[in-house]
Nanobody
Framework: QVQLVESGGGLVQAGGSRRLSCAPS????????MGWFRQAPGKERQFVAA????????AYSDSVKGRFTISRDNAKNTVYLQMNSLKPEDTAVYYC???????????????????WGQGTQVTVSS
């Protein structure tokens, strides 16, 4: 059984930065492709960013491209989401997700991921 634990959420002012972390347990971290999704109140869960297990492939949603950076540290078994220039519309619950079998084309799809964390709230005030 894989467990994903997110941390780093909180309240931040518009224009500020926040870094989220996610650490999977149960199997070797390097086995997973990792992604971040978010869900705002009343909306569907949306893709934010993903990075392949090799680190060679990265994807971002258009809404965060240039502001957010996903990275992974295999030595620390952790994936990060660095969020800069935050906007009120970035307010959401952010979820970490892990996948064992994924492609560059499918890594943006919620259904491609096998495991999910409980989520961490990020609130951006204007």
């Amino acid at each position: 059984q894989v467990q994903l634990v997110e941390s780093g959420g909180g309240l931040v002012q518009a224009g500020g930065s926040r870094r989220l972390s996610c650490a999977p347990s149960g199997r070797t971290f390097s086995s997973y492709h990792m992604g971040w999704f978010r869900q705002a109140p009343g909306k569907e869960r949306q893709f934010v960013a993903a990075k392949s297990r090799s680190g060679d492939t990265t994807a971002y949603s258009d809404s965060v491209k240039g502001r957010f950076t996903i990275s992974r540290d295999n030595a620390k078994n952790t994936v990060y989401l660095q969020m800069n220039s935050l906007k009120p519309e970035d307010t959401a619950v952010y979820y970490c997700a892990a996948a064992l079998d994924i492609t560059a084309a499918t890594m943006i799809l919620r259904t491609s991921y096998d495991y999910w964390g409980q989520g961490t709230q990020v609130t951006v005030s204007s």
